[in-house]
């Protein structure tokens, strides 16, 4: 299994607590855990790219339908083109 569904599938397991607890809020999920919550995606990219680099690691609203597949360096493009 690639380290990033090891981490879809940790946040899968923590799902409903983190849907009673934090729903709309972005999660950082590494190394099997739950890093922190964010109000908002920026915020939680920024973080999980300073603190594991190129990762892995997943971002994730909770609560809402997961997105493609993202990785640090395409949040650092689309934060250069903004």
Sequence with gaps: MADIELEVAAYERMQSDLEREHMGKWVVVHDEQLIETYEDFDDAAS??????????????????????????AAYQEARAIH
Excluded: E
């Excluded at 603190?51 to 997105?67: C, D, H, T």
């Design 47 to 72: 973080a999980g790219v300073q603190r594991f680099g190129s990762g892995p690691f997943l971002l994730r609203q909770v609560g809402a339908k997961p997105l493609n597949r993202w990785t640090p």
